[in-house]
């Protein structure tokens, strides 16, 4: 593998991060238990596909091939699809999204705390824009888990299977494939194993704050970094790319 | 001071054009009026999120799925503004949203019609909000100050929605056999239903009397409707779109465009709910709001708690 195959595949990790959890939180549009929620997890949606777009862009430009951020977005088939798992699980209710989103958000704040430094000139200016935004997503994130945690019983109750249902999946974040290790050796990617035990560190806190139980289980799934993704991906892909592939030779 | 001492007192500030501010005294009509029309224009604005968002998840390009996710979270927040307008006059979200669920307050008849395919998303903003800024340019300067504030700022985005509208329009048109079909079919079927959201024709118009007194509305739904069809049309002719009127033509004595008669039958049918998304609407928004009871329990919980040992 060469660099620029590495940074492409890096690239279209991190973008693919983001094009799929905006997917995501994009379903909740006028679905919010109140109307302030429905525009807060709109416009986290937003913050993600900007980024989505900056990758993708700048993932077309190292492979040199022409293609766009919407063709890399829109035409690949599945298996060239490198997000982790985590972000294409449904919605499911608002404890499951607020779950999703403060396990998300811790590692892409380690993650790109990392990358604003990195050698890459260009990554790090995007990683510079995302961290602000990642900065709010989690705060948010965890001020829900407080709300959630210590509000109902039922609420704690949602919150706590929310977290169980999705931790699972919360230690591909941390794997390391080739294209990663060589971007580590080129300072430009960032050592992910590095940010497991901060990354639990900070859960830990904002879950015990908020009444929540880690939970014990130790199986990960994973798959997302050779292209092999859960059930839901299909689906989601379906409705993201269905006027591109049905109507090929238009322009929207 | 009695009801007749206050209620002249407020018609002199009308007539000398001042705003009536929250803490000044209103007839209690005058209140009324203005809770029901604000009232439906939030809602108006939070069912039409659902039209739009029904095609998020399928928006073709990454900007154009940001654009229209940026353009619902307006329609969100003139939501919010405008619910707060409300609550100046003494009634809480709450019980506005209890009287959306109840059938007491209405929303916009045009949200009750479907979108079926990616144009609509161009036509909505294009028409739907087109029609919806004329009608709130004139409501910028409605006799109520927050209603008259709140319209200022939502103006201001509006009529970048239109534009972004249009251009999903004008690029369509631009491009392949399709796409020019799928513009036109949307074009089809969203111009009436635009007209009628200026409401009945000025002689069938049961709100107005007090309305115009009272200066909470400017100009007639007649004088507003043809405004929109003059600009429209012609923005329909640039980009080569037709308008689905046979009878639609350019007046040169009166310098308008005469358009063929409204279905008022329809217009009837779907306010009194029979229209093709009536019940969708309705159901859609009972079920998350019920869906987010929860939710807000919680919240409200968790701040009782933090309350109690502050």
Redesign the interface.
């Known amino acids: 593998m060469t660099k620029q195959e590495a940074l492409y595949q890096y690239l279209l990790q991190l973008g693919d991060n983001a094009l799929i959890q905006s997917h995501r939180l994009s379903e909740w549009c006028s679905k919010g238990p109140i109307l302030e929620e429905d525009l807060a997890l709109t416009n986290i949606a937003l913050d993600y596909i900007g980024r989505a777009q900056n990758l993708l862009h700048y993932a077309g430009e190292v492979e040199g091939k022409g293609q766009s951020a919407d063709q890399l977005a829109y035409r690949r088939p599945e298996h060239q699809y490198y997000n982790n798992l985590i972000a294409e699980m449904p919605k499911g209710d608002f404890a499951f999204t607020i779950a999703k989103q403060l396990l998300i958000s811790t590692y892409e704040l380690l993650l790109y705390t990392e990358l604003c430094h990195s050698k890459d000139e260009t990554l790090a200016g995007i990683a510079g824009k995302a961290i602000k935004e990642v900065r709010y997503h989690w705060t948010h994130s965890r001020d829900w888990c407080y709300r959630l945690g210590k509000g109902t019983v039922l609420s704690n109750e949602l919150l706590q299977q929310a977290v169980n249902d999705l931790w699972m999946y919360t230690g591909e974040q941390f794997e390391m494939g080739a294209e990663e290790e060589l971007m580590l050796k080129e300072v430009i990617g960032c050592d992910n194993k590095a940010l497991q035990n901060k990354w639990l560190e900070m859960v830990e806190t904002v879950l015990s704050d908020s009444n929540i139980k880690i939970p014990t289980a130790t199986y990960n799934q994973s798959g997302g970094r050779k292209g092999i993704h859960t059930e839901n991906m299909g689906h989601i892909l379906s409705e993201m790319q269905y006027l591109q592939r049905a109507y090929p030779e238009a322009i929207w | 001071m009695d009801a007749i001492a206050i209620e002249n007192a407020f018609q002199e500030k009308i007539d000398k054009d001042l705003n009536i501010e929250p803490k000044d005294q209103m007839p209690e009509k005058y209140r009324l009026h203005l809770i029901r029309q604000i009232s439906q224009h939030a809602h108006s604005e939070?069912i039409g999120?659902?039209p739009e968002?029904n095609w998020?998840?399928?928006?073709?390009?990454?900007?154009?799925?940001?654009i229209l996710?940026?353009k619902?979270?307006d329609e969100?927040?003139h939501?919010?503004y405008l619910?707060s307008a409300a609550e100046t006059l003494g009634i809480s979200r709450e019980e506005m949203i209890e009287q959306l669920h109840s059938g007491k307050a209405k929303y916009s008849n045009i949200f009750n019609y479907p979108s079926l395919n990616?144009a609509d998303i161009g036509a909505i903003g294009w028409l739907v909000d087109g029609a919806a800024i004329v009608n709130q340019v004139s409501l910028q300067r409605t006799s109520y100050g927050p209603y008259a504030r709140a319209m200022v700022r939502i103006c201001k985005e509006e009529s970048f929605h239109q534009r972004q509208g249009y251009e999903i329009m004008a690029?369509?048109m631009k491009?392949?056999n399709?796409?020019k079909a799928m513009a036109q079919d949307a074009m089809n079927r969203w111009w009436w239903p635009s007209l009628m959201m200026f409401g009945p024709h000025d002689s069938d118009s049961p709100n107005s009397g007090n309305a115009f007194k009272w200066k909470i509305k400017r100009q007639s739904n007649d004088v507003l409707r043809q405004r929109f069809i003059d600009k429209t049309v012609q923005q329909a002719e640039v980009i080569g779109l037709s308008i689905p009127d046979k009878d639609l033509k350019w007046n040169e004595e009166k310098q308008c465009y005469d358009h063929g008669e409204i279905n008022w039958e329809e217009f009837n049918q779907v306010i009194n709910g029979n229209g093709p998304c009536n019940k969708q609407r309705m159901a859609?928004h009972i079920k998350?709001h019920n869906?987010?009871?929860?939710?807000?329990?919680?919240?409200?919980?968790?701040?009782k708690?933090i309350n109690e040992l502050n």
């Open positions: 939070v999120m659902q968002g998020i998840t399928r928006a073709p390009s990454l900007r154009s799925k940001q996710l940026a619902i979270q969100g927040g939501g919010l619910y990616w690029n369509m491009g392949t399709e796409q859609h998350y869906e987010g009871a929860w939710v807000r329990e919680a919240a409200a919980a968790y701040q708690h």
